[in-house]
């Protein structure tokens, strides 16, 4: 059967957080040096692109989704030509580039903000942003009730007394996207990657940019259930609004003018429908499926999850894009070892470790492999999860760096335990990350998790990610279809185009099986499938 066309449809797409990929300069970080050492790690581990996030010149306030200059590379990374010739050679082994477009905020450092904080009120440089007069005596309270996604108000009062929205940061000042040189600038952005060789790119929070005009108050309520936890109304002031689709229909008109190209959405909308507004065949390509990974280890609620996706993004024409683990989330090692009921980021803060089986969370890490990479449409995975690295959990409070530590009043841990550095080799100071430690400390025993660990070792995530990744390519990526057949209870069975099934089970005893095993996240046990196993069949 041929591969469907175009190549994202089906790609696997691996997502480099840079800073903590591999460190080829010896400062602590990684960086364009360290990543192009790797690429033939990549290419044979077998992905089809890579998602790079952000690498231009950031004070790093959120990791680099604070961008000072759009078409530059921080110095800590590379520089320009680097980054131009790092796409090129890429592509000779057969890898695209993605980069992350960061159309909500700039910096605080962007010369743009700098600008209109000089400039003063009333300036036509603050209406690039969202400036207003405070409410209460003097406008000493922020103009509205809006609530930064990192926690604490949206709002910070500059020297001169006005305010200006960051819904995330207060390093990360709110675009104004009624404006028509914010619009301007970014069509001219997305050229200046594309005419460098890039495929496309991934949309940072592509379900915010408009603000409602007026600023109305959200009310208590909304503020509660808010924010990156994904929109649930169909009405809000600054997440989901209708006027979005305009711009992405601009950008797509864009990037139609360069062939196989795409950009992918990071757009937490839970109402499907909503959702798959965003995949319309003149919008995004792709959009992350925020329910998938959301789903807990239960066979129904993956199947729940699955069919609803596919069907809603079907019924636009579009095909469903699969994601697990990336640089905001709990790694899923971790979250699928805790016992069902627990949240994740409340024991993540000051939960009983002992919760926490991690045996059990490797073998479900393996199985749900599987059935990621078994599933029609694309998938995207992130740097470590080949290698079945967990959260660490047990970073001290004096090493944390995510906004989200600070403004949540350190009631939330943030995200920096999945953005621990890549273990390379078993010994070494920062385990072969970089000849000079890594801006993170790594747990003890990191290297026991190596490439260098795993690399040819029978039974290792590493070959289970490398083997599904190639017999992915063979047998199940060349159509969209899935065929639910019927199976035990709590266990999933789907046929394949190709005639190749995928089974996983997500019980507690061990179920038969049918059929000549092709590959399987655990040794059989006398014929049956383990718990917390799976397999694909022919
Ligand atoms: C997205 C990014 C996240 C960042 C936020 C603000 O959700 O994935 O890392 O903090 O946007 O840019």
């Avoid at 959405?265 to 919008?283: C, M, Q």
């Avoid at 066979?299 to 079907?314: F, Q």
């Amino acid at each position: 059967m041929a591969r469907v066309e175009p190549w994202w449809r089906t790609a696997a797409v691996y997502q480099v957080y840079i800073r903590s990929f591999k460190d080829g300069n010896g400062d602590g970080a990684g960086d364009i040096a360290g990543l192009r050492s790797k690429l033939a790690y990549l290419r044979d581990l077998g992905v089809d692109a890579l998602w790079i996030n952000p690498w231009y010149p950031s004070p790093l306030l959120d990791g680099g989704y604070d961008v000072a200059d759009y078409r530059n590379i921080d110095p800590r990374f590379g520089d320009i030509d680097e980054a131009v010739s790092f796409i090129a050679e890429a592509r000779n082994h057969g890898i695209r580039v993605l980069v992350d477009l960061v159309p909500n905020h700039t910096s605080w450092e962007h010369e743009w903000f700098e600008a209109a904080l000089a400039a003063g009120p009333g300036s036509p440089e603050r209406e690039r942003y969202h400036f207003r007069q405070g409410s209460g005596p003097g406008g000493s309270e922020p103009p509205n009730d809006w609530q930064s996604v990192f926690g604490g108000p949206a709002w910070e009062r500059a020297p001169d007394g006005e305010w200006y929205l960051h819904l995330f940061d207060i390093s990360q000042p709110d675009l104004n996207w009624e404006h028509p040189e914010v619009r301007a600038e970014f069509h001219d952005i997305l050229r200046f990657w594309l005419e460098r060789g890039a495929s496309g790119f991934r949309v940072d929070v592509a379900h915010s940019l408009v603000k409602e005009p007026g600023y109305p108050d959200v009310g208590d309520e909304a503020n509660e259930q808010h924010l990156l936890s994904g929109v649930a109304s169909s009405r809000h002031p600054y997440w989901d609004r209708p006027e979005i689709h305009d711009i992405v229909r601009g950008w797509r008109a864009t990037l139609d003018e360069y062939p196989e190209t795409m950009m992918v959405a990071e757009a937490w909308v839970f109402d499907l429908e909503r959702f798959a507004d965003y995949v319309r065949p003149d919008e995004y390509h792709q959009a992350f499926d925020p329910g998938f990974l959301e789903a807990p280890w239960n066979a129904e609620e993956m199947r729940t999850a699955i069919d609803e996706s596919m069907k809603a993004v079907g019924g636009v024409g579009s095909i469903p894009t699969w994601v697990l683990s990336n640089h905001d989330l709990i790694r899923h090692a971790t979250r699928y070892a805790l016992p069902s009921g627990v949240d994740p980021k409340a024991w993540l803060l000051d939960g009983d470790r002992a919760l926490m089986d991690s045996p059990l969370g490797e073998r479900r890490a393996r199985a749900v492999a599987l059935l990621l990479l078994g599933l029609p449409g694309s998938v995207y995975l992130y740097q470590g999860e080949e290698l079945g690295l967990p959260e660490v959990t047990e970073l001290p409070p004096e090493v944390l760096e995510d906004p989200v530590w600070r403004r949540s009043g350190h009631n939330e841990k943030g995200r920096d335990g999945c953005r621990v550095p890549i273990p390379w080799t078993i010994d070494g100071a920062s385990s072969g990350f970089g000849s000079n430690g890594s801006w993170l400390p790594q747990p003890d025993g990191w290297g026991e998790r190596s490439v260098e660990a795993q690399d040819g070792t029978a039974g290792s995530m590493l070959e289970l990610y490398r083997t599904a990744l190639h017999l992915r390519r063979e047998h199940l990526s060349s159509d969209l279809e899935i065929d639910w057949l019927d199976s035990p209870p709590e266990t999933l069975l789907f046929a394949r185009g190709s005639g190749v099934r995928c089974f996983v089970n997500f019980g507690s005893d061990p179920v038969p099986i049918e059929g000549d095993v092709l590959l399987a996240s655990l040794d059989l046990e006398d014929g049956q499938l383990p718990p917390n196993a799976s397999a694909w069949l022919r």
